[in-house]
């Protein structure tokens, strides 16, 4: 059967193959994964259980439950300052990956340019496509820690470019920025008439400084659709729970489609997150400064080991180079699995300036870490005795 | 100092040099402040949890709790003759309670025997204490924030994005 033209330009995945090797093999010690090492807090898991228990397996509203959608306007306003109103401006999804899709159907039209600092999560790319959109990639690179500048968007810019599409902390990278350097892109942002995805599902995990939303910054909340979601902060990536936030013409545009392709949000998954968000903030600080130290030891094991690695500023990713090693991504990845049974992503899943690079995941606990890390110099090592 | 605490709670075997490298310190200084730690008496010392019902041996592996009520003495309270009761090595834990009786006495013996002639031979007979009562522990499920069971492999998948 014929497929449409478009499913056909989309860069096929080409690390599948790399992926289903590591699920194939038994005792892998992963440092692959991009979700948190530990299940759901105890407490989230039994009011979901409880809520099965009462009898709640409906639809929801299309927008999501109510309390959920106030739960999530009083937690970014305490934590934040941020304003939404419940009933226009906040529309719950499943996962951050639906509310990125909705963004980019609300508004792209044929031919519109999307702006997407590269590396970058996979679906950017491929979802700008299947919209009608053309990516424009943003180069970064280690030199300015994966950070993009104002120069760079001014001079992608033309007529055609509609949005950016702006994660931070950033997967794979790690890359955030801070308030002042934050300021300075919204500046252009501004004079540019763009509109601004910014997709913070990592927001929480910021190591040195306080995460700044960007629809904080001036006359920004207007023209952001601000993604976030419980995966990452609370360890729900299963639960598929996320939202999204912005001007209410732009909710009410990512809404009608919602309505018609997911419907809502699962009742149970969404019960769950008013939890977690009730209960939460604790545990997120403690599991923050777990994740510090675990940056802090992972960095420079990496650059004890020879594989030199930029601080990352936030998520729970390092992101090194191997290019002294002359070996692809993928060809290192591959001989590391086989040798020292130890998975890594190789850069390129993350599109084509990944290449020379290295994901590796600190979302594992320390003893882990450890053994990883020894394998990873060891593998190392006997690159060089060639 | 706290992190480096939060740190050997977790893992007590964890290195300065490990330490250091999480909390961005030289592990001179990490090895500083250990010692400093273990000088002032905040680390007390560094212990293996073990579980016993994996370990098969007999020793110790009988638990009991043991309400016990006191008559208090002038000036100093109910400490004298708490220290004469913690003194005991079968003694593992004690506490002073608020409410229905006055010490918790956790007591470890090798077998019921050990555990109830402590309590009938020492503790009850002591000039003091006007009465006891004995819980014995049947399963430990979860003890000082450890379950006491092998951890689940981990059901996420090895490789995702």
Redo the contacts between chains.
């Keep these: 059967m014929k497929t449409a033209k478009i499913v056909g330009q989309i860069p096929p995945s080409g690390i599948r193959v790399f992926f289903d090797l590591v699920l194939g093999m038994k005792d892998v010690i992963s440092l692959g994964v991009g979700e948190p090492d530990f299940v759901t807090p105890w407490n989230i898991r039994e009011r979901a259980i409880y809520a099965v228990e009462e009898g709640y397996t409906s639809y929801t509203s299309n927008k999501g439950l109510v309390e959920l959608r106030r739960e999530i306007s009083k937690f970014l306003k305490n934590k934040h300052g941020l304003d939404y109103d419940p009933e226009e401006e906040i529309l719950i999804t499943v996962g951050v990956s639906e509310a990125f899709d909705l963004s980019l159907r609300a508004i792209i039209d044929r031919g519109d340019r999307i702006l997407i600092p590269e590396p970058a999560y996979v679906s950017y790319r491929p979802i700008t496509m299947l919209c009608g959109g053309t990516p424009v990639s943003i180069n970064t690179s280690p030199g300015s820690n994966f950070k993009i500048t104002p120069k760079d968007i001014s001079r992608l810019c033309d007529k055609k470019t509609k949005a950016m599409i702006l994660n931070y902390p950033n997967n794979p990278t790690g890359a955030s920025y801070s308030k002042k350097e934050l300021k300075a892109i919204s500046e252009v942002i501004l004079k540019r008439d763009l509109i601004m995805i910014s997709d913070e599902i990592y927001g929480d995990l910021t190591y040195d400084f306080e995460h700044t939303p960007f629809a904080t910054l001036p006359k920004m909340k207007e023209r952001t659709i601000y993604l976030n979601g419980f995966s990452k902060s609370y360890a729900m990536t299963g639960w598929r729970v996320g939202y999204a936030c912005g001007p209410k013409s732009l909710i009410g545009a990512m809404t009608k489609i919602h309505q018609y392709t997911m419907l809502c949000a699962s009742i149970i998954s969404q019960m769950a997150a008013v939890e977690a968000l009730k209960s939460g903030e604790r545990s997120v600080q403690e599991m923050k400064r777990e994740y510090r130290r675990r940056r802090e030891f992972v960095i420079s094991r990496l650059n004890e080991i020879g594989l030199s690695c930029h601080r990352p500023e936030g998520a729970f990713y390092a992101f090194p180079s191997i290019k002294e090693t002359r070996l692809s991504s993928l060809e290192f990845s591959r001989r590391l699995l086989e040798k020292e049974k130890v998975a890594v992503v190789p850069g390129t899943a993350f599109g084509s300036l990944g290449e020379g690079y290295l994901r590796l995941s600190y979302a594992s606990n320390m003893d882990k870490l450890k053994e990883a890390l020894l394998g990873i110099e060891r593998f190392v090592k006997s690159l060089s005795q060639i | 100092m706290n992190?480096i605490i939060?740190?050997l709670e977790r893992?007590a075997r964890?290195t300065p040099e490990?330490i250091a490298?999480?909390?961005?310190m030289t592990s001179k200084a990490v090895a500083l402040a250990i010692k400093k730690m273990e000088k002032e008496g905040i680390i007390l010392k560094y212990k293996a949890i073990i579980n016993r019902e994996m370990s098969k041996e007999e020793r110790n592996d009988v638990r009991a709790l043991i309400e016990v009520k006191l008559t208090p003495q002038k000036n100093v309270g109910f400490d004298h003759l708490a220290e004469r009761i913690y003194q005991f090595p079968e003694v593992t834990s004690c506490y002073l309670m608020s409410g229905t009786y006055d010490l918790l006495v956790v007591v470890e013996g090798g077998n019921i025997h050990t555990v109830s002639s402590f309590v009938s031979e020492k503790l009850s007979p002591m000039e003091g204490v006007r009465g006891t009562v004995t819980h014995f522990i049947l399963k430990k499920y979860k003890e000082d924030g450890d379950i006491l069971k092998q951890p689940e492999r981990?059901?996420?998948?090895?490789?995702?994005?």
């Design positions: 992190e939060e740190i893992d964890a490990e490298k999480m909390l961005g981990s059901k996420r998948p090895a490789i995702s994005l």
